[in-house]
Antibody
Framework: EVQLVESGGGLVQPGGSLRLSCAAS????????MSWVRQAPGKGLEWVAN????????YYVDSVKGRFTISRDNAKNSLYLQMNSLRAEDTAVYYC?????????WGQGTMVTVSS | DIQMTQSPSSLSASVGDRVTITCQAS??????LNWYQQKPGKAPKLLIY???NLETGVPSRFSGSGSGTDFTFTISSLQPEDIATYYC????????FGPGTKVDIK
């Protein structure tokens, strides 16, 4: 079964850090760009970052540049998002998704809450 | 940055109605435009890719058209299970989602 499973979300104080993980199965993970997309409570979708198959290219939305780092481990079929200097406005459900353009596989999402 | 707008932001229609949503890009994005459906508490689902291509397994009542800056998404005959929020998304330059259109049954 083709699947993406996120983990690592939780409650963190402003200024804190969190590392999200996404485990892939059922498809050739190393062949795909991978992305993180987030959705604040009651709001729309926002693309956060993506990474090329070999990790040589990474792109970020302006609001997270310098604070978030996307990475991957193809040997472990895993995608990561290291989030530092977290702000209240980073509160959202974070989804991992396959691809660089059209996302046809999504995880179930993991909730990140930034609050004191 | 490419900005995406959608209209309307919400709509109510009857079962069997034809529903149309428009999406406009702030600059030419060719056909690098996708449409997603999202139901409450669920991850989005890809319906249409590259402006007009129906994703495998998606009912044929869904369709998309357009190129450049103006795009249209259509449900030819609204069904109760189509109640959801629909998003357009460009990937010509990085990625940007539209603000979404919430579709309800009248």
């Amino acid at each position: 079964e083709v699947q993406l499973v996120e983990s690592g979300g939780g409650l963190v104080q402003p200024g804190g850090s969190l590392r999200l993980s996404c485990a892939a199965s059922g498809f050739t993970f190393s062949s795909y760009w991978m992305s993180w997309v987030r959705q604040a409570p009651g709001k729309g979708l926002e693309w956060v970052a993506n990474i090329k198959q070999d990790g040589s290219e990474k792109y970020y939305v302006d609001s997270v540049k310098g604070r978030f780092t996307i990475s991957r481990d193809n040997a472990k079929n895993s995608l990561y998002l290291q989030m530092n200097s977290l702000r209240a406005e980073d509160t959202a459900v974070y989804y991992c998704a396959n691809g660089r353009g059209a996302f046809d596989i999504w995880g179930q999402g993991t909730m990140v809450t930034v609050s004191s | 940055d490419i900005q995406m707008t959608q209209s309307p932001s919400s709509l109510s229609a009857s079962v069997g109605d034809r529903v149309t949503i428009t999406c406009q890009a702030s600059q030419d994005i060719s056909n690098y435009l996708n449409w997603y459906q999202q139901k409450p508490g669920k991850a989005p689902k890809l319906l249409i890719y590259d402006a007009s291509n129906l994703e495998t397994g998606v009912p044929s009542r869904f369709s998309g058209s357009g190129s450049g800056t103006d795009f249209t998404f259509t449900i030819s005959s609204l069904q109760p299970e189509d109640i959801a929020t629909y998003y357009c998304q460009q990937y010509d330059n990085l990625l940007t989602f539209g603000p979404g259109t919430k579709v309800d049954i009248k």
